[in-house]
């Protein structure tokens, strides 16, 4: 009676044929070379050096541009402000793009704001008035805290302040100036003795979807602009010598709109300010000019397919006298799987650190590109590519026969995994595909984060896994633990087989 290591060993003797291994690792060398040149084929191109990206405190991808207009503010003080009027612009929205409307994005955002300097991605805490989501509490780009709801006008002005004892910093919202509601309190990280505290205005471009392929869709920005008009502004705990300024962090004023019809900035008219900027605070994502992490693994669709042949005809290889058990299938799984996740390991581990230094060296901000993420990222891929093999091979004990169990195992998992990484499909259907087939399981590459906060084309298209990684990878196993249980009880649990070990033709029951 053989031992478990005695059937390992056969096997692993079995799988590691010449062409075996050269397929595996053509698989490998397609990950990293087609990765490698994804990565070398983009470029940035400005006007003199490019800035680096912003990054918060957290040393993530973030927006900062905003026009503010700011004093000093030291360990302990308030401001508080009457807000009277939110207005905005958008330019050439669908359905004609035609014209310039009045309106503003859900997300504009006028208010109050707390902030280390005016240095992009420095710690801040804001209290501010949305364009479409009312009063919202943010700070440290990725923290949200929803206040009431609604809008403002002259006849139902808002009023806004921001407390501020030591780290902590507290909000409240109200509509008389006598009542207050507290919004939310919070901890930026990091704020100095002296800070920089005013009135700010922002507002991302206006997100539309232009309908593609059989019903997916690309997304289309547009240019927009938000202001906030203020009054009865008052600062208690202000530094003495310091003064109201008035910046832009961020480039801005640098479209026509701005240099021709209204300047971002700070407009002060007796005791009524106005603050008129573009742009976002908040986390920022791929569709921002950044390139995610695993942007660089445009091989892993090719690379999947060799892994699926290699692991059925593994299976349907085996000679009629020569009947499969049990025990031989189990480790035939066992072998190809662990075969498949020391590939992936090797060929993910090159292409994903040494993508993500081209891509920077070619001035393009990598989104996700932490050291911990990156583990994440290759030994999570890798074990789905495990997880992908023992699935054809069970695929291929229960169907026998490589024509079949090889197309099955493509249409089960490779084609779906394909088509959603473009915008052929509508959105609904890609997900409903990425959640319910075993192509969930590469959930495990994503980096991107979907934000309330953050107005993006949340799709598997742009990126975006409708599940978590872990649970992706649950659905795959949970296919794989089905489909090789299933198979594993259709075989005999042992049996006359004859095979080669150590040179010597051995019986085995």
């Not at 072998?335 to 390991?345: D, P």
């Not at 075989?491 to 033709?505: A, F, I, K, T, Y």
Request: glycine share 12%.
């Amino acid at each position: 009676m053989l031992t478990t290591n005695d059937i390992l060993r056969r096997e692993w003797t079995g799988f590691r044929r010449p062409g075996r291994l050269l397929a595996m690792a053509a698989a490998a060398l397609v990950v990293i070379a087609l990765g490698l040149l994804q990565a070398s084929g983009g470029h940035t191109s400005c006007d003199g050096p490019c800035p680096a990206a912003p990054t918060g405190p957290d040393g993530s991808l973030v927006h900062d541009q905003f026009a503010f207009l700011h004093r000093d503010l030291g360990e302990h003080g308030s401001i508080t402000v009457r807000m009277t009027a939110m207005t905005g612009t958008i330019t050439y929205p669908p359905p004609d793009h035609d014209t310039i409307v009045p309106g503003l994005v859900p997300w504009a955002k006028a208010g109050i704001l707390v902030k280390d300097g005016v240095r992009q991605g420095s710690s801040y805490a804001a209290l501010m008035l949305t364009g479409g989501h009312g009063v919202r509490m943010q700070y440290d780009y990725r923290h949200d805290i929803a206040g009431s709801g609604g809008g403002v006008s002259a006849t139902s002005p808002r009023w806004l302040r921001l407390n501020r004892s030591g780290d902590t910093l507290t909000g409240y919202e109200s509509s008389d100036g006598e009542t207050w509601t507290k919004v939310g309190t919070v901890r930026p990280s990091g704020l100095p003795k002296t800070v920089r505290v005013g009135l700010f205005a922002t507002s991302p471009g206006d997100l539309t979807l232009r309908r593609f392929g059989l019903g997916g869709a690309t997304e289309q920005v547009r240019f927009t602009q938000a202001s906030g008009v203020f009054d009865h502004v008052r600062v208690k705990g202000a530094v003495a010598a310091g003064s109201w300024r008035s910046d832009t962090v961020g480039e801005m004023n640098r479209t026509d709109w701005e240099k021709e019809y209204k300047a971002s900035g700070a407009v002060v008219d007796g005791g009524t300010i106005t603050v008129t900027g573009v742009g976002d605070i908040g986390p920022a994502g791929a569709e921002d000019g950044g390139r995610p992490l695993e942007g660089t693994l445009g091989g892993l669709s090719l690379a999947l397919l060799v892994v699926l042949v290699v692991a059925v005809r593994f299976v349907t290889a085996e000679r009629r006298d020569d009947p499969l058990t049990r025990r031989a299938l189990a480790a035939k799984a066992v072998v190809a799987g662990a075969a498949t996740w020391v590939t992936g390991l090797v060929a993910l581990g090159v292409v994903l650190p040494v993508g993500t230094v081209i891509l920077r060296g070619n001035g393009i901000p990598v989104v996700g590109a932490t050291a911990s993420t990156c583990a994440r990222v290759v030994v999570g891929t890798a074990a789905v590519l495990a997880l992908a093999a023992m699935l054809a091979v069970a695929l291929a004990a229960l169907l026998r026969r490589a024509r079949i169990a090889i197309p099955v195992a493509v249409l089960a998992i490779a084609v779906p995994y394909a088509v959603t990484s473009f915008p052929l499909l509508p959105d609904g259907l890609a997900q409903w595909l990425l959640r319910v087939t075993p192509a969930a399981g590469f959930a495990t590459q994503q980096t991107l984060v979907a934000y309330p906060q953050v107005v993006a084309h949340y799709a598997p298209s742009a990126g975006y896994f409708p599940l978590p990684w872990w649970a992706g990878a649950a659905v795959l196993g949970a296919y794989v633990t089905t489909l090789l249980g299933l198979a594993l009880r259709r075989l005999p649990q042992g049996g006359r087989r004859s095979g080669r070990q150590d040179g010597r033709v051995v019986t085995r029951r």
